[in-house]
C-alpha cells in the first residue's frame, strides 16, 4: 500500500498527541479518515488540520472501553464506507502508582483503554477484514512494555499485554490477507505527558522533558506502517530506535 489515496483509516486516539500528528502525517495521503476519541467535538482540531490538508474526516465519539459502542461505531463505518483498510489502535491511559498503593479501579482503567479497547476494535473489525482478505492493524505499544520500574506497573503490563496479544493476533491471521503491526515509540512529548508532570510521582521517575521526541516522528512511523504494511515485520514487535526501521520510514538519525 504505498498510497492511502481514498483508504478507509480508522485512528483512535486522534484528538491530540501522536494520534493527531499521525492523522496530520497520513492526511498527505488524503485518505477517508475516521477519527476516534471519547468525543467527536475533542477531535474537532485535528479534523479541521487533517481537512485543509486534503483528506476526508469524520469524527467518532465513543468510549473504547465499551465493546458494545465499539462494535456499533465500527459497524457503522463498514456499512457506510464497505470495509476498513486500516485500523491504528493508538489510544493509551496512564496512572502512575506503586502496586500496593494504585486502586484497583485506577488499574484496571488502564487496561480497559489501552488492552480491552485495542481488543473491542479489532474484534470488531475483524470479520470485514477477514471477508476481503486484507486489511492492516497496527497497536501503539510502549518501550515501557520491557522497561518496567517503579510507579508503572499499570503502563507497562498492559503494554506487554498489548504486544502479546498482537503477536497471537498475527498468527490467527496470518494466512488471510491481514497485517499486523505492533509499534513501540520512546518517550514522547505529548498533551499526556506534559499533564504528567504535575504529578509529583511522576516527576520522581527521573524523566526530563528535553529528552522527550517530538510526536511527529513516532507519527512518521505509523504513517509508513500504514502505507507499506511491510511484510517481512507483520506479526513481529517494532521496537523503533530509529536506526533500521527509522530509515525506512524516512527518519533523519536516531532516538
Known amino acids: 500500500m504505498a498510497t492511502l489515496k481514498d483508504k478507509v483509516v480508522v485512528l483512535t486516539g486522534a484528538s491530540r498527541g501522536i494520534g493527531a500528528a499521525t492523522a496530520r502525517m497520513l492526511a498527505e495521503d488524503r485518505p ?3 477519527l476516534c476519541a471519547r468525543t467527536a467535538e475533542a477531535n474537532a482540531e485535528t479534523k479541521r488540520a487533517v481537512e485543509a490538508l486534503g483528506a476526508t474526516a469524520e469524527t467518532r465519539g465513543f468510549d473504547l472501553a465499551d465493546g458494545q459502542a465499539t462494535h ?7 456499512s457506510r464506507h464497505g ?5 491504528i489502535n493508538n489510544a493509551s491511559a496512564f496512572k502512575l502508582g506503586s502496586v500496593a498503593e494504585l486502586a484497583p479501579d485506577d488499574f484496571q482503567a488502564v487496561y480497559q483503554v489501552s488492552v480491552m479497547g485495542a481488543y473491542n476494535t479489532i474484534h470488531a473489525a475483524l ?16 518501550v515501557r512494555a520491557f522497561n518496567p520500574s ?10 506487554a499485554a498489548l504486544i502479546s496479544m498482537t503477536q497471537c493476533l498475527h498468527f490467527d491471521v496470518k494466512d488471510s490477507g491481514i497485517r499486523v503491526f505492533a509499534f513501540s515509540p520512546g518517550f514522547t ?21 528535553s529528552a522527550a521526541q517530538p510526536p511527529e516522528r513516532p507519527a512518521k512511523v505509523l504513517a509508513w506502517l500504514a502505507r507499506e504494511a511491510p511484510e517481512d515485520l507483520a506479526g513481529q514487535h517494532v521496537p523503533i530506535r530509529y536506526d533500521d526501521i527509522g530509515r525506512r520510514a524516512g527518519l533523519e538519525g536516531t532516538k
Open 83 to 87: 470495509h476498513i483498510d486500516v485500523l
Open 189 to 209: 512529548r505529548t498533551d499526556m505527558i506534559e499533564e504528567l508532570y504535575a504529578s509529583d510521582v511522576f516527576r520522581s521517575t527521573g524523566h526530563r522533558r
Open 32 to 34: 477517508k479518515l475516521i
Open 127 to 142: 470479520p470485514s477484514m477477514l471477508e476481503r482478505g486484507a486489511g492492516t492493524i497496527i497497536n501503539l505499544t510502549s
Open 72 to 78: 456499533a461505531m465500527i459497524d457503522d463505518v463498514v
Open 150 to 159: 517503579q510507579y508503572w506497573a499499570a503502563i507497562c503490563s498492559s503494554k
